[in-house]
């Protein structure tokens, strides 16, 4: 069975810092893909970032980036330039690529930025 | 991507009633999923949805408790059953193909007295 871990209960990180928010999971399977879900309070889940296992180049999409190691089954998001609508809480989450396969989430971290 | 709408988006209700959650796409899509997220927890699947066959529930989630319907491609319902206040959650719904990435209704914020 899949597991993802979010060690880091909650992080805060002044206006304009970056931050970098960890993930690490593990699993037998050799593809699978990775994600990164924030929800502010709205509790709306919303996509942030998304990288597939077989890809070596790390996922950016604007101030959002990943550093994925798979040999140590890492997946870490980091924000730059941080804004106030980046508080929320972040999940990172993974898929495999089989048939009965299920997206399993990490605990969550909140994240607080400071103005 | 696809709109995805969920109804009703918040509800008090007393123990021992039931309530139905209705989610929305605004395009066909092959898998619908419900997931349960209880105060300040990460989210578990309760079960997905399939079109024209019963639903696939996850380990500790019952039909007689979570019955699920599918009608058609576009349109899902989860009802919560006999409920009890261990029942309040934030109930979501979400679409995707299994492998790919599932994008989530806005939930349903549900407390039970």
């Known amino acids: 069975a899949q597991t993802v871990t979010q060690s880091q209960p909650e992080m805060s990180v002044q206006e304009a810092e970056t931050v970098t928010l960890s993930c690490t999971y593990d699993t037998s399977e050799n593809n699978y893909y990775l994600f990164w879900y924030k929800q502010p309070p709205s509790r709306q889940m919303i996509l942030v970032i998304r990288?597939?296992?077989?890809?070596?180049q790390n996922a950016t999409e604007n101030r959002f980036s990943v550093n994925f190691q798979k040999a140590a089954k890492s997946f870490s998001l980091k924000i730059s330039d941080s804004q106030l609508g980046d508080t929320a809480m972040y999940f990172c989450?993974?898929?495999?690529?089989?048939?009965?396969?299920?997206?399993?989430f990490g605990k969550g971290i909140t994240l607080s930025v400071r103005p | 991507s696809a709109v995805i709408s969920q109804k009703p988006s918040r509800d008090i209700c007393q123990r021992g009633t039931s309530l139905t959650i209705q989610c929305q796409v605004d395009?066909?899509?092959?898998?619908m999923f419900w997931y349960r997220q209880q105060p300040g927890q990460s989210l578990t699947l309760i079960a997905t949805a399939n079109q024209g066959s019963e639903a696939t529930y996850e380990s500790g989630f019952v039909i007689d408790k979570f019955p699920i319907s599918r009608p058609n491609l576009t349109f899902s319902t989860l009802t919560v059953s006999n409920m009890s206040p261990e029942d309040s959650s934030i109930y979501l719904c979400s679409f995707g193909g299994i492998t790919d990435t599932q994008y989530f209704g806005p939930g349903t914020r549900l407390t039970v007295l």
């Open positions: 395009s066909q899509v092959t898998m």
């Open positions: 989450a993974f898929i495999g690529t089989g048939a009965n396969s299920k997206l399993t």
């Open positions: 990288q597939e296992a077989y890809k070596q």
